[in-house]
Every structure is written in C-alpha cells, then in structure tokens.
C-alpha cells in the first residue's frame, strides 16, 4: 500500500537558519505529493504542491522537488521565522479518485 | 468561495451518547474525506465518501461509527455510544473531480471530548 515517512521532530532551530525536513514515499503509479502545515489549534493548509517528478513546489519560502528516483520530497526554507512554529505533514494521493495518506508530521520549533 | 465548513467547531460529550459531526464541502467539491487526529499525533484516514457513496471506509473501526454525504447537505460522521477514546480532533476535507485538480482542503476541524 501507499505510505509516507517523515523525520521524527521536533526540529527547534533559531531564527533564520536553514530547514530541511525529510519525507519518502512509498506508492504504485506517480503519485502527486503535498507539503501540509497545522498551525496550533488550526486544520491543515496546503503549503505546496508537485504531481510529477521534477516538478518544484514552492511557496512563502518553502520550496520541495519531487525526486522519483529517491522517491523523495523534503521541504526546505532558507531562512526560517517564529511564525513558522507549526506541524509540517508530508502527503500523498495516488491520483484524482484516491485519499490523502500522510507522514506523522514533523513538529517546527524556531527560537528568537 | 467559502472554503470547508466544519461544525461544530467544538463538541463535549457524556460516555454512552451520539456525536454528530457536519462538513460541508468547498462550493463545486463532490469528495469528502474524513481524517482523526489525536493529541500530538498524525492524521489517521477513516473514510472517503462521493455524493450517496462510500468510496473507501477502511480506516473506519467496525464499530459505532459511520458516514455519509447524501445527495443534498452536509456530510455527516456519526458516532455512536462514545467513549473517552473517541476523544480527538474530527478533520474533514474536500476535493473536486476535475482532471488533473489533486489537492484536498481542510475544514477548522471539529474537537470532540468525551467526559
């Protein structure tokens, strides 16, 4: 079946420092692949997109590509900020008809 | 365009009673999923529903719990006889068939607790 592994948080790190947070897949077909953040006692946004390999999300900073030969999409920011202190998922859905199946979420720590 | 309505935002049961929790998709979306999360924990899938059918239940536990999304209104997750395990934070989202359109949008989420 379809599954999705994140790197275990939380990530604390100080301001303006570099994030990457890792995520592989394991899926049939060419699934598209999602970055998802959940603000405390929020629902989840979408932060970025790719449905096909090579493709680049990026968004507010974040960026992630879809390796298919890792079977990789880690999220990256240059710089990160206070406001960015949330859960990061990682997700995938195997095409139109298909659920969300998500990474256990990475908990995003940035200090002053 | 609202987006995905969840309600209540909110929701304090008694052990023993039913818990009705509503979403109603983003305006154009004829797919809903439903997602449990507890304390500090991932999104676990429970069911994924079209208008007047389930598509994939098999997240959903065998007992208590059903859903549907008729033809007009709301979807509706339906607990029954809660206990405190049922406990968690209730997430529904919402996509379209459009080809080619992949991504799903989340409700607020609705925080049941069982006293």
């Known amino acids: 079946g379809n599954s999705v592994t994140q790197m275990e948080g939380p990530v604390t790190l100080s301001e303006e420092a570099f994030l990457t947070i890792n995520c592989t897949y394991t899926?049939?077909?060419?699934?598209?692949l999602f970055w998802y953040v959940q603000y405390p006692g929020e629902g989840l946004q979408l932060l970025l997109k790719?449905?096909?390999?090579?493709d680049k999300g990026s968004n507010k900073g974040f960026e992630a590509t879809y390796r298919k030969e890792t079977t990789s999409f880690h999220l990256e920011k240059g710089s990160v900020q206070v406001s960015d202190s949330a859960v990061y998922f990682c997700?995938?859905?195997?095409?139109?008809?298909?659920?969300?199946?998500f990474g256990t979420g990475t908990r995003l720590q940035v200090t002053l | 365009n609202a987006g995905v309505m969840q309600n209540p935002r909110h929701l304090v049961r008694r052990r023993g009673q039913e818990a009705r929790l509503r979403c109603s998709p983003m305006?154009?979306?004829?797919?809903v999923y439903w997602y449990r999360q507890l304390p500090e924990e991932g999104l676990k899938f429970m069911v994924y529903?079209?208008?007047?059918?389930?598509?994939?239940e098999s997240g959903m536990p065998k007992e208590r719990f059903s859903a549907e999304f008729p033809k007009e209104g709301p979807s509706i997750l339906r607990i029954q006889q809660v206990v405190r395990g049922d406990s968690a934070a209730y997430f529904c989202?919402?996509?379209?068939?459009?080809?080619?359109?992949?991504?799903?949008?989340f409700g607020q989420g609705t925080r049941l607790t069982v006293v």
């Open positions: 899926a049939t077909g060419y699934p598209s």
């Open positions: 305006k154009g979306h004829s797919h």
């Open positions: 989202a919402s996509s379209s068939v459009e080809r080619g359109n992949t991504e799903a949008f």
């Open positions: 997700a995938l859905k195997a095409g139109t008809a298909s659920k969300l199946t």
């Open positions: 790719a449905t096909k390999a090579d």
């Open positions: 529903l079209q208008k007047e059918n389930i598509i994939d």
